[in-house]
């Protein structure tokens, strides 16, 4: 018997549709640093060239990046810093709100104060299978050049609002354009409900026989865990 693939509905505003950029498959935002590098490098031991693997072989940090949608800014911006990064003001020739004020007060003691927080305007709704949330994170292994926004979680599956994106502006004093479409957050949907109580315990006879034999296989063969354990995501 097959069973369908969980799927994720973004929809917006008839007036919007075809205006703002479209969420985009995280996978097609793979940074240029990663694209560039070989799968490979050589080294010398003991007077002998050796091949060694790169960041290029190891599939966790791929699927970081290629897991979920890209949320965008729904119009250019034009953002000057001022003040040590502690003035922050900003223009758009949008007809529709782009990004606004966060009141400070909201979040006392965080770190990246005393700079400005603001709030990008979202206006794509998210929605889920039941039993599925949404991680809103900062884009995973790449860098964004003008701010960094606050994680959050949300049950997209019952919210029914666009979820708007806190963040800090980054950049140095200044005068900047924030072109329309450029990433905010990485949304990677999950399944919730885990216990909340872990099963912590040493491992048995059996499972340290089971995890060296793994780890033997892994000496002989770098690529152990992408050619037999990993699912291409």
Same mark, same amino acid.
């Given at each position: 018997m097959f069973f369908e693939k969980p799927k994720v509905l973004f929809r917006t505003d008839s007036e919007l549709y075809g205006i703002i950029p479209e969420p985009a498959p995280?996978?097609? &935002?793979?940074?240029?640093?990663?694209k560039k590098i070989d799968s490979y490098y050589t080294q010398t031991k003991d007077s002998i060239?050796?091949?060694e693997r790169t960041i290029k072989r190891? !599939?966790?940090v791929l699927d970081a990046m290629v897991t979920g949608w890209i949320l965008k800014t729904a119009a250019e911006i034009k953002l000057v810093v001022e003040d040590n990064g502690g003035g922050v003001s900003w223009s758009t020739n949008a007809e529709f709100a782009v990004i606004e004020p966060h009141s400070s007060d909201q979040i006392k003691g965080h770190p990246d104060l005393?700079?400005?927080p603001l709030k990008f305007i979202? &206006?794509?709704?998210?929605? *889920?299978?039941?039993g599925w949330s949404t991680?809103? *994170?900062p884009l995973l292994n790449r860098e964004q050049e003008f701010f960094t926004p606050m994680s959050g979680i949300v049950e997209t599956d019952k919210h029914l609002a666009c979820v708007n994106f806190p963040s800090f502006v980054t950049k140095e004093d200044g005068s900047y354009i924030i072109p329309q479409g450029t990433p905010i957050?990485?949304?990677? !949907?999950?399944?919730r409900n885990f216990s909340k109580k872990a099963e912590i315990r040493a491992y048995t006879?059996?499972?340290t026989f089971k995890r060296n034999q793994n780890t033997r296989k892994h000496q002989a063969n770098p690529s152990h865990y992408r050619d037999t354990q990993w699912e291409k995501k």
């Open positions: 995280s996978r097609s &935002y793979i940074p240029d640093w990663y060239p050796w091949k190891c !599939p966790p005393p700079k400005p979202n &206006y794509w709704h998210m929605k *889920t299978p039941p991680l809103f *994170t957050v990485q949304a990677i !949907p999950f399944k006879s059996e499972e």
